[in-house]
């Protein structure tokens, strides 16, 4: 069964603390996404990575950045903590991707994790 | 830039009934879309897949449908049952196949 585990379910952090967010998945899946969720919005992309040390930056990378260092695990640091990064964070992992084409297959589904609710005070 | 659309206002249904939940997408062409149901403090979990030469597809009391015209997604519940209440999430794919996301219509089906 398709497991994605995230490390904490709820956090509460202060600001301008340094925030670590991990997340591991048992899929042996390639490509792996940190989301947040607000409510009335729709997910939004704040880093992906499709490969072992490799990142992207998606729709919102500001005041984050990532680190993957094993296949299975992709970490979401906050450098300094600002109440405006309370919210939802989603992680997310999908399967293989077509070698030699687009980074992402036609057909990858995603598969996320419980999420993490973080509170900045 | 891409704009996904799904109905903001909850969606109330009564139980038996079809449910259809609407996504319109503009500024492009998505090559296949996708719904989530995602529960309350929960993460989005698959349901179906569409690409954008079907216009139907089916799973068992799931159906969706893909008008490339319209640039409009349907997501019908049918013999609906209140375990079916939760947020459905549409997210078409981008031109890198990547997903883009709704802000999700929350259903609720009453006994």
């Known amino acids: 069964d398709v497991k994605v585990t995230q490390s904490s379910r709820y956090l509460v952090k202060r600001t301008g603390e340094k925030v670590f967010l991990e997340c591991v998945q048992d899929m042996d899946h390639e490509n792996m996404f940190w989301y947040r969720q607000d409510p009335g919005l729709g997910l939004r992309l704040i880093y992906f990575s499709y490969d072992v040390k490799m990142k992207e930056k998606g729709d919102i990378p500001e005041g984050y950045s990532v680190s993957r260092e094993k296949k299975e695990r992709f970490s979401l640091i906050l450098e300094s903590a600002s109440t405006n990064q309370t919210s939802m964070y989603l992680c997310?992992?999908?399967?293989?991707?077509?070698?030699?084409?687009?980074?992402?297959?036609?057909?990858?589904?995603?598969?996320f994790g419980p999420g993490t609710r973080l509170t900045v005070l | 830039s891409q704009k996904i659309e799904q109905n903001s206002e909850a969606l109330n249904i009564q139980e038996g009934k079809t449910a259809t939940l609407t996504c319109n997408y503009t500024n492009y062409s998505p090559a296949y879309l996708q719904w989530y149901r995602q529960d309350p403090g929960r993460g989005p979990v698959f349901l179906l897949l569409i690409r954008e030469n079907e216009k139907e597809k089916r799973k068992e009391r799931l159906k969706v449908t893909f008008d490339t015209t319209l640039k409009q997604s349907l997501f019908h519940i049918t013999a609906s049952q209140p375990a079916d209440s939760a947020t459905y999430l549409c997210?078409?794919?981008?031109?890198?196949?990547?997903?883009?996301w709704g802000a999700g219509t929350k259903l609720i089906i009453k006994p």
């Open positions: 997210a078409p794919s981008d031109s890198n196949y990547q997903l883009i």
């Open positions: 997310a992992s999908s399967g293989k991707r077509d070698r030699g084409l687009a980074v992402f297959s036609r057909t990858d589904t995603q598969y």
